[in-house]
């Protein structure tokens, strides 16, 4: 298939999935959906598919190696994630045990329960990429990954072209570029203006708003879904905000912790499609999937959350 | 890769709770302790006997078989600790098990070769040694268990990289040593990795490391630095 056609079939999905979505307005009236009392859901541009907005990351909190303890408990935050109808779980080959972790403590009926899995190719050596691929899949114990992401550009020319197969082939359905701390951004926008990919993952949180320049808006123009990375800092603002009251403004988008309020500010963004915190606790896991289930800040009161929380 | 632009905390994959789990399963189920005792005992027996300065066979053969001791820990934590425990947290593990390995071989090729004549001069560089070996034997073992650090996740000489590094670099300054400047970059490369890591994961004791590969580096310089006298107040090399 040529660039054109599928770009061509991109257009066309893409503004099937915009419309349906009621996502072709601007891009300040973009919204997500849910089911009442369900979670956030948002569109994948280029499928129309709805990902539930809160995702799992799993850097350093499922890099747990043989603990059983520790396994234990990773298998009851699992549980807590779909039983609260979390879907997108992301990793990569670079988070050293995760994905056998991931392998090992996924509910045996993970699929049927809306398991979204991502995962990334990362090494060096693009003719490295199929076997690496192979491992993570049997790692995870999943027969086929819903996303394979281009760790922070590492040899993605190569990567893109292993993806692109995969995906005609229908052993994959979405490819993605992924970077983080903000490195890289000219040359990720590059490949966002020029490759067809159908998800990109970067660091958006309530203080590293970068992406919000350029990155998102590009996102929304190209129909590139994006996953949010870092959405706490590893852990690092939630620590700022601690014992620090929520402000009368939490009660009106439904959240009553800072953490819940810095998740809903990332999805509540009309370009993000999900947010990725990580966790080991399973208190800290219901506490993120509520998140995002009150009515979604505008951006004035986005601008507000920020302000406040930069006054900490 | 831009490798440049990573931080230490980027190329730190988990969190403290599970280096010291990891720890604690390496030394209850991994013959850490099996492997750390013994060594301590025998570093402890063999500079006694190289201190008393008798001329029996083994207290002449003490330092060979200190070096050739240390040579044998630097493998096993190379197989046992980085190898075996580690890669399974972290990619890079394999890497530092090269290190470790090729540490443990010029270690022992040290070991089997015929010791230098001892300096007499700048005999602070030796105490500083002894200063090592007192900290890589007991007190960094202390320091942790003082903070609060469970006993099984603690490291000892023989079996915990950094104890180990540490009492290395201890014994090449109060041994004397051929292939001394080959055996030191490991150690204090070890010994930067080491607070790095511990300042990621917020070991009070991070800066330990750093001063002993500090306080080792100074002393190397030293021990090759002929004292200054009445008559000529520059420094000259001593010729090793």
Known sequence: MSRFDHNRRRFLRVSGG?????????????????????????????????LPAIGMGTWITFNIGEDPDAI????????????????????SPMYGS??????????????????????????GDGDAGPAEIDASRALWRLPRFDLLQIHNLLAWEAHLDTLMDMRAQG????????????????????????????????TYNVVDREAEDRLLPLAHERGIAVIANRPFRRGALPQRAAGRPLPGWGREIGCDTWPQALLTFIVSHPAVTCAIPATSRVDHMRENMA?????LPDAALRERIAADFAAL | MDWFSYGPADLVP??????????????????????AGPATVLVLGLLVRFAGGRTDWLSRASPRLLLALSGCCWLWIAWAFFHQAVSTLLWAADWLAWGFAAQGLVLLTAASLLPPARDPANRWPRVVGWGLIVVALIGAPLLAWSTG????????FGSGPTPTAVGTLGLLLV????????????????????????????????????????????GWFGMHTRPSNNTNHGCAPSGH
């Open chain 1, 18 to 50: 915009l419309i349906a979505a009621g996502l072709a307005a601007p891009i300040t009236g973009a919204r997500g959906d849910r089911r009442v009392g369900g979670p956030l859901t948002k569109p994948i541009p280029s499928s129309g598919q709805r």
């Open chain 1, 72 to 91: 234990a408990v990773r298998r009851q935050v699992l549980d807590a994630f779909f039983a609260a109808g979390g879907g997108m779980i992301d990793s």
């Open chain 1, 98 to 123: 995760a994905e056998a972790v991931l392998g090992r403590t996924l509910p045996a009926d993970a699929l049927q329960r809306g398991l979204f899995s991502a995962t990334k190719v990362w090494t």
């Open chain 1, 171 to 202: 052993s994959l359905r979405y490819i993605g570029v992924t970077t983080s701390h903000g490195r890289r951004h000219r040359e990720l926008e590059r490949i966002m203006a020029d490759r067809p990919i159908d998800f990109v993952q970067l």
């Open chain 1, 291 to 295: 998140a995002a289930r009150g009515p």
């Open chain 2, 14 to 35: 988990f969190s403290s709770e599970t280096w010291l789990g990891l720890f604690g399963r390496y030394n209850q189920e991994g013959l850490g302790w099996v492997v």
């Open chain 2, 149 to 156: 650090q469970p006993p099984q996740g603690i490291g000892w």
């Open chain 2, 175 to 218: 041994l004397p040593v051929r292939l001394g400047w080959l055996l030191l970059p490991v150690p204090l490369i070890w010994c930067l990795l080491a607070g790095m890591l511990g300042q990621v994961l917020h070991d009070p004791l991070w800066p330990l490391p750093l001063m002993c590969a500090l306080v080792a580096l100074l």
